[in-house]
């Protein structure tokens, strides 16, 4: 397919044939004419003053000249070859003139193309025109107007079709518009051109033949000055369109520029709107976590205390305005749980947390409110409850529920719960009012190992008791009320004084003598225990280093000190009681470590590592109240005790006749089975004394030999030597004892 660029130069090429051809052959013809003084004219007129007499006709692309008129009256005047010589020069010119002075810039062969089209344009018009001869026939055009108007309106209109056809084919073939449309919108209005030239050609043709010269110079002059101000109004008329089109267009492109900013911008703003919306959102929400974070606990997603109180608040409320609103709040302690974080680890402590949160949430309506308000502490409001029976009942059964041991990670896991209720009441003003009480409630269901207590006005003045009691046991050492009472630990086969249990007494400024029963709990609860046994270390170490001087025969006695479960899981106790020996000078094997059997078992794996280290020290280690603390076995065998002190009960137990010994020789049997020696506490009767040495048990303390005495009276036993157990006992454990219990004791 050929291309349209090629296409268009072989027209052109054709065209500058075709044209050179008509331009060769008019000149051929017209070659020897002497030529006439009015063509010099014209031709002068044509290359000098028409292209300056240009007329752009408004909103049109083509250019009104007058070199149609002049090819027109070229014709009439001088015959079509001297026209087609005409308008071939005119063309000519006026491209090299529009070139020069408009700097218009012709494409290839496009200036010789034009001339040539120019001058075929007027030849083949003129071969048309002199098809009718009756009409091109000079002399009667000159003679005759009718004749004249007839001439010039075939050449307008042949005129017209040529150049109109051509110019619309060759721009089709230029830039592919429809043939149509092109001849429709441009070379239609060039039919003016022809129409004007020709009125113009017959004017002036019709003034050459008729009129008189001066006639025919006024009418130029007339002719002259209506284009001058014909071509002016044109001028002001294009201006004028020129600039409306100017206006249009700026105003155009600034309507354009302005759609586009608003365009821009309102997108911007969607954006913007956009992203305001989302940060709007991701705001909402992150108040919302914010909120929930703030008033949930993080681990088991249970109400926070904070939320617990506003409720409680809320209830609290309500029930004053509404008594039949009852409700009760529980007050939940998990028990075991620091065992569970110290031994497994705190994750499987998370999750322990987490299982009972859950199991609560089971057992209750999902209008109960249940909270964490602690480490290992929850609560619960039980809405709707009219009476404390009913709060009892769900009580117990959350503590039966978590009694019930699981398996968590391949760990039997045992827990349990201590549970303190407070019945609504009108006198609560606020929910820690209420809190508190079921709290004290926790705390004494726990202290008698009943599992669910609920809250009385009696359990307050008991814990405000036990709170100032607290508050001045933290001032009894440097206020002297402690003091040390040492009870006598006796041989049961001498009598002999070995050594001494040291217990701790509390002589209130007011209250009077306060048991240790009474208030160790209270220590070891907050943790005042440590400080007080480094305390009680010191002394007794110093004590027993002044009494092992009295006699070369006390160089061995020891002293035996009860150590708390809380100073056990302590770090700092092995250097506790090195720092005690060394600050007394006592030899560590006089320094004896009591433990109870409950504490030691409760961690094992722990009592063992520290007593292990403890024992490295040269410490004696004794298990204290053993048969309370259900010890498992294989743990007995692995702790390194030296002693084991049977609990006083199963001595207690005993009768007159020696009934009830069962446990008793079981007990002893057990202990020389694990190379411990064993020692009787609580000995209170001479059947009990007699009992335990028929048993072979090693030694005893009781009140049958001593209470425990002040530290004067102890050592004034110390200065009178005398043996605790009478002569007659002596002789009597002698004789009645078989020989070969005393030898070969029962083994297990
Ligand atoms: P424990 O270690 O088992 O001490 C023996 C308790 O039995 C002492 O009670 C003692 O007075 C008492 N006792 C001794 N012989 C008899 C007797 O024949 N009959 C009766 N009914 N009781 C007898 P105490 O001094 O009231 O101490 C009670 C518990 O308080 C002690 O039991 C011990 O667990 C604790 N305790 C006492 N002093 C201390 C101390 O300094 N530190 C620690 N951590 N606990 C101590
Ligand atoms: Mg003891
Ligand atoms: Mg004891």
């Given amino acids: 397919m050929l291309n349209r660029e090629k296409l268009s130069n072989y027209i052109k090429i054709s065209i500058i044939v075709a044209g050179s051809f008509c331009f060769g052959v008019s000149a051929l013809r017209i070659f020897g004419q002497s030529f006439h003084l009015g063509f010099i004219v014209l031709l002068g007129l044509t290359i000098f003053v028409a292209p300056r007499m240009t007329l752009q006709m408004p909103r049109s692309r083509y250019i ?30 006026n491209c090299l003139y529009m070139r020069w002075r408009d700097k218009i810039k012709f494409g290839k062969l496009m200036i010789p193309t034009n001339t040539a089209a ?104 007339a002719i002259g000055i209506a284009y001058y101000s014909y071509r002016q109004s044109i001028s002001e008329i294009n201006e004028a369109i020129a600039h409306a089109e100017n206006a249009e267009r700026e105003k155009s492109e600034t309507e354009r520029k302005r759609r586009k900013e608003a365009e821009k911008h309102a ?6 709107l956009k992203k305001e919306e989302k940060a709007n959102d991701a705001l909402r929400k992150s108040e919302k976590a914010f909120q929930y974070a703030a008033l949930h606990d993080s681990l088991t997603n249970l109400a926070n205390r904070q939320k617990f109180n506003d409720e409680l608040k809320k209830l609290i409320d309500e029930y004053k305005e509404d008594p039949t609103t009852a409700f009760q709040v529980l007050f939940l302690d998990i028990s ?66 978590l009694a019930q041991p699981f398996s968590l990670s391949g760990n039997r896991i045992f827990i349990g719960v201590n549970i303190g209720i407070a019945p609504c009441d009108v006198e609560y003003d606020n929910a820690e009012e209420i809190l508190r009480d079921a709290d004290i409630a926790m705390h004494f269901a726990k202290e008698k190992g009943i599992g669910v207590a609920v809250f009385t006005k009696e359990l307050r003045s008991r814990f405000l008791e036990r709170v100032r009691l607290e508050s ?11 003091s040390m009472h040492y009870q006598p630990l006796v041989s049961l086969q001498t ?35 440590v400080p007080i046994t480094i305390w009680i270390l010191q002394e007794t170490c110093n004590q027993l280093a002044r009494w092992q001087k009295i006699s070369p025969s006390y160089e061995n006695l020891i002293m035996s000190v009860n150590i708390s479960g809380k100073h056990l899981t302590n770090d700092e106790l092995i250097d506790d009681v090195e720092q005690a020996l060394e600050s007394s000078g006592l030899s560590a094997d006089s320094l004896k470590l009591e433990i109870t059997e409950s504490v030691a078992m409760e961690n094992a794996e722990n009592t063992i590592e520290v007593l292990t280290r403890l024992k490295q020290l040269g410490v004696q280690l004794s298990i204290d109240d053993f048969g309370t603390g259900y010890s498992s076995l294989n743990y007995l065998h692995r702790l390194p005790f030296d002693t084991l002190k049977i609990d006083r009960s199963f001595v207690y137990s005993v009768g007159e006749k020696g009934e009830n010994s069962e446990i008793l020789q079981t007990i002893i ?39 425990p005495k002040p530290r004067d009276e102890a050592e004034k036993m110390l200065y009178e030597h005398q043996p605790l157990i009478s002569f007659q006992h002596l002789q009597h454990f002698d004789s009645e004892r078989p020989q070969n219990q005393r030898e070969n004791l029962p083994i297990f």
Wanted: charge should be neutral.
């Fill in 64 to 93: 009104l000249t007058f070199s149609d008129a002049l090819i027109f009256l070229t014709i009439l005047m001088y015959g079509g070859e001297a026209a087609v010589l005409l308008a071939g020069v005119e063309m000519l010119v």
């Fill in 118 to 221: 120019a001058a075929l344009c007027v030849y083949l018009t003129v071969l048309v025109w002199e098809f009718f001869p009756s009409i091109s026939d000079r002399v009667s055009v000159a003679r005759d107007t009718k004749i004249l108007m007839s001439s010039l309106g075939v050449l307008a209109f042949t005129n017209f079709l040529i150049v109109s056809l051509y110019a619309a084919i060759f721009q089709t073939i230029k830039d592919g518009t429809t043939f149509w449309q092109t001849w429709k919108k441009d070379c239609f209005t060039s039919s003016l051109a022809q129409i004007v030239g020709a009125g113009l050609a017959g004017i002036i043709f019709k003034l050459l033949n008729f009129g008189d010269v001066v006639a025919a110079a006024i009418a130029s002059v």
């Fill in 267 to 272: 997108s911007q703003l969607i954006e913007s």
């Fill in 336 to 401: 075991r749980f620091k065992n569970i974080n110290d031994s497994l680890g705190h994750t499987i402590g998370d999750k322990v947390l987490i299982i009972v949160a859950k199991r609560f949430l089971r057992m209750l309506r999902p209008s109960d409110v249940v909270a964490r308000i602690g480490g290992d502490e929850f609560a619960i409001i039980l809405r709707d409850l009219s009476t404390v029976g009913k709060a009892q009942k769900i009580a117990r059964k959350i503590y039966q529920n």
């Fill in 472 to 482: 001045d046991l933290r001032y009894a050492i440097e206020r002297s009320e402690l």
């Fill in 495 to 529: 009598g002999e004084i070995i050594g001494f249990e040291a217990l701790l007494r509390w002589q209130h400024s007011q209250l009077g003598m306060i048991p240790p029963v009474k208030f160790i709990p209270l220590a070891e609860d907050s943790g005042l225990i």
């Fill in 669 to 707: 049997s057990l202990a020389k089975n694990l190379k411990m020696k064993v020692i009787a506490e609580g000995i209170e009767t001479e059947s009990q004394l007699n009992l335990l040495q028929n048993l072979g048990c090693d030694y005893g303390q009781g009140y049958l030999m001593s209470k």
